[in-house]
């Protein structure tokens, strides 16, 4: 098999045996020879049998080289942070994370850093979605007070051109990753339209989550999932510090039509609803105290920047003092990883 150019990479994290979602992954990596690191976690399989995949159960995790994976929660989402930076360790130049029931379109293909996309260039909050759809629809972490203007306008986008993107948001068919007052009130199976990607400038706002989402070197350090706050909320806070952190490589977040499709794992809605509330209340106030953050530019300050977020985060109480030492830990990982160590 001929390998990529670039060493990229899959990575998720599960507590349930290969699912169909994931073998139809693996069917679509080993060609590409495209490793799948899979974090598993207190519950679940003792084994992960499927031909691609390097398994990293949790005693794997604790006799790692990376400190997060003793220091951080069990239990919890973001034993992905392990994944991430064994992926890392064995190589990746690339890394497309997703969920264990999310499997790829037929339009699923490995992507580039550089790519051509739509920009959007008005600042504030905007509904990327209403890019790839007229339908009433709003990504999970949008804020509610914006939902009603954002879904009735669709974002201004420019003429098409070629931007370098270290951090891709790949939209879901079927259950699209939409929040939990959407499930409540108009749940229904969703596809978006195809249609150019787009790019948001430095000033727009918009969540993405670890659905179907690609990286690169330089957004690496953005990869972090914070413990201290709600499950729900993981990805959605960490989404909003790395785009502040992009800004200050002049670089945003790219949105592509739908990639995957997710058949959903069971969930509680209404404990999902719960778990969104720290977020319908304080996202609007987060990332004022990201844009108000004082930040350096340039790829060497990526890292340096992270803490700054987080810093003033844990500061206003977004997140626990406790969180910082895991971020610490987080940082140590990903030198360790780099060197492969």
């Not at 330089?218 to 785009?243: E, G, N």
């Not at 300050?301 to 810093?311: G, I, S």
Request: with cysteine; hydrophobic share 45%.
């Amino acid at each position: 098999m001929e390998k990529t150019a670039v060493a990229t990479f899959s990575v998720i994290t599960t507590i349930q045996p290969p699912t169909a979602a994931v073998d139809a992954l693996l069917s679509r990596l080993r060609p590409l020879t495209v490793p799948l690191v899979v974090a598993g976690d207190r519950k679940g399989p003792a084994r992960f049998d499927a031909e691609g995949a390097v398994f990293l159960d949790l005693e794997a995790q604790l006799r790692s080289p990376f400190e997060l994976a003793r220091r951080g929660p069990v239990g919890h989402y973001t034993r992905k942070n392990i994944a991430y930076l064994e992926a890392i360790r064995q190589g990746a130049t690339c890394l497309y994370e997703t969920d264990d029931d999310n499997a790829p379109l037929p339009s699923w293909a490995l992507r580039e850093e550089r790519v051509a996309a739509r920009r959007i260039a008005e600042p504030g909050w905007v509904n990327a979605y209403r890019c790839f759809s007229a339908g009433r629809i709003w990504p999970r972490g949008f804020p509610l007070y914006a939902v009603v203007g954002a879904v009735a306008q669709a974002p201004a986008v420019g003429a098409p051109e070629t931007v370098r993107a270290p951090i891709q948001q790949g939209l879901a068919n079927g259950s699209p990753d939409v929040d939990a007052v959407w499930r409540l009130v108009l749940d229904a199976p969703f596809d978006f339209d195809d249609g150019p990607s787009v790019v948001l400038a430095p000033g727009c706002w918009c969540p993405f989550n670890s659905q179907s989402t690609w990286w690169w070197p330089d957004a690496f350090p953005l990869l972090y999932l914070p413990s201290h706050c709600s499950f729900r909320m993981t990805d959605i806070w960490r989404s909003f510090i790395a785009q502040r952190c992009l800004w200050e490589l002049g670089l945003g977040v790219v949105f592509h039509a739908a990639e995957v499709v997710q058949d959903r794992n069971e969930h509680d809605l209404m404990r999902d609803f719960n778990d969104e509330i720290p977020g319908y209340q304080r996202n609007r106030a987060l990332v004022q105290v990201l844009a108000d953050t004082a930040l350096l530019p340039g790829a060497d300050a990526v890292a340096d920047n992270l803490q700054r977020c987080y810093a003033a985060l844990v500061a206003r109480g977004f997140f626990a003092p406790a969180e910082l030492e895991l971020l610490a830990a987080w940082r140590e990982g990903l030198e360790t990883a780099r060197r492969g160590g």
